[in-house]
């Protein structure tokens, strides 16, 4: 098992730039989430997908699109990027457990993306 | 907006004391969970906690989670340098939802050998 899986792991833009990060995971999990990392401030929710077909907003969606392509893919588009979206981005699914309802969050290894 | 605070940002320690992270929620949470992030590395699950005043260990690691739901701590009984990395605790956005885990800003654990 893989687990999850994001590319690129790395990646340098310019302003204006646009981009799709990637993210795919092989736990057969129904949620999927991105995370972007900045230093002080934690881990903040861009968007998740709760299953297949829905998407919804988290925290910080602006400047960011994602499609939930099928169950295992989950990716996030930056349209027209700005410096303020320098950060590292983490893609994370969980299942949520039937007893209690929480949801364990399993990480990617992370895409660290810089915008010039 | 509900908002999940750590303190210390950070902590630096000698090999062998002891280490304290607290998080605090500005709402009442159905559970909270602890994560640790190695340098360089990305956030692993450590421990969910459900109950009000529940108290859970790992090896040398004790969790609490506290009595109203609204705080919690992870405490490290002599550190080793294998513990170096940042520690989360996250909550759900809502009491009825399970899905939007909302981060604290972590505590970096910095040990000396």
């Known amino acids: 098992n893989a687990g999850v899986t994001q590319t690129p792991k790395f990646q340098v833009l310019k302003t204006g730039q646009s981009m799709t990060l990637q993210c795919a995971q092989d736990?057969?999990?129904?949620?999927m989430y991105w995370y972007r990392q900045d230093p002080g401030m934690g881990l903040r929710l861009i968007y998740y997908?709760?299953?297949?077909?829905?998407?919804d907003k988290g925290e910080v969606p602006n400047g960011y699109n994602v499609s939930r392509l099928n169950k295992r893919e989950f990716s996030l588009r930056l349209e027209s990027a700005a410096p303020s979206q320098t950060s590292v981005y983490f893609c994370?699914?969980?299942?949520?457990?039937?007893?209690?309802?929480?949801?364990?969050?399993?990480f990617g290894a992370g895409s660290r993306l810089t915008v010039l | 907006g509900q908002q999940v605070m750590q303190i210390p940002q950070y902590q630096h320690v000698q090999e062998g004391e002891d280490f304290t992270t607290y998080c605090n929620s500005s709402?009442?949470?159905?559970?909270i969970q602890w994560y640790k992030q190695r340098p360089g590395g990305h956030p692993v699950f450590l421990i969910q906690?459900?109950?009000?005043?529940e108290v859970k260990k790992q090896k040398r690691l004790t969790f609490q989670f506290g009595e109203a739901k609204k705080n919690s701590s992870l405490h490290i009984t002599a550190t080793q340098t294998t513990d170096v990395g940042t520690y989360f605790c996250?909550?759900?956005?809502?009491?009825?939802?399970?899905?939007?885990?909302?981060f604290g800003s972590g505590t970096r654990l910095l040990v000396r050998p």
């Open positions: 994370a699914s969980s299942h949520r457990d039937r007893v209690d309802g929480a949801n364990v969050l399993t």
């Open positions: 736990m057969n999990h129904n949620s």
């Open positions: 997908s709760a299953s297949e077909g829905t998407t």
């Open positions: 709402t009442t949470l159905s559970n």
């Open positions: 906690l459900v109950k009000s005043g």
């Open positions: 996250a909550g759900p956005r809502r009491m009825d939802s399970s899905y939007k885990l909302i």
